[in-house]
């Protein structure tokens, strides 16, 4: 079953405007972690925050993480056609230690 | 390269025959994952070794569906009597054992069961 839920589901901008995407999830977590996806190929991992971290930046990259409710947050800023793909929230549960659950994903088209 | 590696990338096939999908890790990765992503949907969680031993398997993962790794290095994902619902991105993924959490994805099978 997928525990993230990104919101929102397709999000179209203009080069050069900044992307939010955001992503909730169900349970007690030991890190959140977002990944893009090219169509039809591969994951690429872009960042990761713990549980007892609120915000992490990484080049163009800044996620936030709120653990009382449950909601992390990946802005992009500056966007570029490049940066056109999907992108996944991925949550590794506490007390687990075998897989990363996946949300359905937001689909990103930046527009040259 | 030293990525993750999968083959073959794309795989036609008609319901009812057997497919099997290779995975090679990143060698010096101990712990290996099967991901099904269907299309619109994210990535779900099938099964994972820690070297040969396979320690969890997803109810996703019928009796149709084997995985073996049997010298702890590359995988294996076999499908019997493929169904057109198995049509899907077959993913792959290794990590570190000390660091489980950070894995690294292969380029996928993508199935196609017509």
């Known amino acids: 079953s997928q525990q993230g839920e990104e919101d929102p589901q397709a999000l179209s901008i203009q080069e050069g405007e900044n992307a939010t995407m955001n992503c909730s999830y169900k349970?007690?977590?030991?890190?959140l972690q977002w990944y893009r996806q090219n169509s039809g190929r591969g994951l690429v991992h872009l960042i990761l925050?713990?549980?007892?971290?609120r915000e992490k930046h990484s080049g163009r990259l800044r996620v936030t993480l709120d653990t009382s409710k449950k909601s992390s947050s990946l802005l992009i800023t500056a966007s570029r056609a490049a940066d056109t793909a999907s992108y996944f929230c991925?949550?590794?549960?506490?007390?687990?230690?075998?897989?990363?659950?996946f949300g359905k994903g937001i689909t990103l088209s930046v527009r040259p | 390269d030293t990525g993750v590696s999968q083959d073959p990338r794309h795989k036609i096939t008609k319901r009812g025959q057997n497919v099997t999908f290779r995975c090679d890790p990143i060698?010096?990765?101990?712990?290996l994952y099967w991901y099904r992503q269907t299309l619109g949907q994210g990535p779900e969680f099938l099964t994972y070794?820690?070297?040969?031993?396979?320690?969890?398997k997803s109810r996703l993962l019928s009796d149709r569906f084997s995985a073996e790794r049997p010298k702890g290095s590359f995988s294996t994902l076999e499908i019997q009597r493929t169904e057109q619902g198995d049509s899907a991105m077959y993913l792959c993924?290794?990590?570190?054992?000390?660091?489980?959490?950070?894995?690294?994805f292969g380029p996928g099978t993508r199935l196609t069961v017509t």
């Open positions: 349970t007690s977590i030991n890190n």
């Open positions: 070794f820690q070297n040969e031993a396979q320690l969890e």
């Open positions: 993924a290794s990590s570190p054992r000390d660091v489980s959490y950070e894995q690294y």
């Open positions: 925050i713990r549980s007892n971290e």
């Open positions: 060698s010096e990765h101990n712990r």
């Open positions: 991925a949550t590794w549960e506490t007390g687990a230690n075998s897989k990363l659950t």
